[in-house]
DNA sequence: GCTGGTGTTGTTGCATGGTACAGCGCAGTG
DNA sequence: CACTGCGCTGTACCATGCAACAACACCAGC
């Protein structure tokens, strides 16, 4: 039979049509180009990329089951609203999960990984010098996404970013959210606390970044309740 | 049959063909009635199943997404391998959520909650008693569901199956686990810890009680080591 | 005016055909 | 014998056509 002839991966990273149309919707709808309530079409959406309904077709299904718009058969495809009940388990999964790699991370970390860490806060000092909010973003998903490496669950990163992009979208609703040096300094204060082995400082410094940011949206729900909704039936 | 787990698909959960094909994919992968690597094909499960290749497709994309297939573009379709790599992860989510949501739930539990757990602990000894396996794991996974919804998190637990189809799937390797009565004592211990609001004592049955049907896992791992596979290039 | 039926339009679900490409056997050559 | 190039086969990827159905405009009858 095939023995191995497992090679490793290319078709992960091999762009197909479906691959590239789902990156290209998910953005717009993360960033709110595509607005909750949003109607799509295949056939429009097709056109749009160029590309014929079957790679859009299978994209929107992939977003459906993240929840991030829903299919009604024969009727259309819509983006998903802001539910507070989806916000609210989002940021329940990503607590849960990255502190939990945090912990496991206390005793696993090495001086490579504080120092790569430390580079890209460093980086992320860059960015915001720079005023580039959007390589602010980048830096800080590498940022997360190499913690949980550390802790030894890489694979789970999958996992947050899935719920990290319901937050993501809900935080795009304000521009100015908290500035980026706080976060950064967040980042380096969870970074040291690694870095000196206390496990209890990282933890709730951890905790205080990930409430900030969900507290920044609870701000944008203050000044802009109509963009939430709590029933989905509304 | 499903409570309220599946409640977070509000009334676009008519049944097709596409999902229809997920789900007996799914368990059939998991009960290794599909064997890791075995090779799939578009067109003979088409067959097999008495529909077109379009819902199969999109069936094995949403799998491949789950990890549970691999696709390798013009080669062919493969039930993934048991990886060590993936249980741990695996087991690490499911633990991480688990835990945080109990942890969470001992200041909302109420009366009511408390029955509906010791409800679902005796229908588990009946099926227990009449040796009813399949019926035990409907009532585990209603068990851990329920008390997710206890916790406020109840679409979380959306996150959590997909972590338990890879553990159960490795847990399919062992014909004769532990035994459901121990398991069942667990989730007694854990629901009268809860209804003392014993946040503690709680969260460490639980964690010996997941932590027990990993190390089944691990169990099943001494005896066939062959299933396992630590590098993917392997 | 109001109600019920009907035709039109737009949508997703599914079926099917064409295309590019990986893998393999096999013949031909050095 | 070793090696290279060619063609055959099977695969996933994508394009496209058809069917079923929901929503709506519109008109006939009351």
Redesign the interface.
Same mark, same amino acid.
């Given at each position: 039979?095939?023995s191995?002839?497992?090679?490793?991966?290319p /078709?992960a990273t091999?762009r197909?049509a479906?691959t590239h149309a789902l990156e290209i919707i998910r953005q717009k709808i993360i960033t709110l180009e595509l607005a909750p309530g949003a109607r799509l079409s295949e056939n429009e959406l097709a056109g749009q990329l160029g590309l014929s309904r079957t790679p859009i077709r =299978?994209s929107l299904?992939?977003l459906a =089951?993240e929840?991030l718009v829903?299919?009604?058969?024969q009727v259309g495809t819509l983006v998903a609203p802001i539910l507070l009940? =989806?916000i @609210? #388990?989002a940021q329940?999964?990503r @607590?849960?999960?990255e502190? /939990?790699?945090l912990s496991e991370s206390v005793a696993r970390a090495t001086p490579d990984d504080i120092a790569e860490l430390n580079a890209i806060i460093d980086a992320q000092r860059i960015a915001d010098s720079r005023k580039t909010q959007a390589g602010f973003f980048t830096l800080d998903e590498e940022f997360h996404a190499t913690l949980m490496g550390i802790s030894?669950?890489g694979?789970?990163w999958r #996992?947050v970013a899935?719920?990290k992009a319901h937050l993501d979208r809900a935080r795009h609703l304000s521009l100015s959210f908290t500035g980026m040096s706080v976060l950064i300094d967040q980042h380096q204060v969870i970074t040291d606390s690694l870095a000196a082995g206390n496990g209890d400082a990282a933890a709730s410094a951890m905790r205080e970044h990930l409430r900030r940011v969900f507290n920044d949206i609870a701000a944008v729900r203050q000044t802009n309740p109509e963009l939430f909704t709590l029933d989905?039936?509304q």
């Open positions: 039979m095939d191995g002839a497992l090679r490793a991966r /078709a091999r197909n479906r =299978e299904i992939l =089951e929840q829903f299919v009604v058969p009940s =989806e @609210e #388990t329940f999964v @607590e849960s999960l502190l /939990a790699a030894g669950h694979s789970a #996992t899935q719920a989905p039936s």
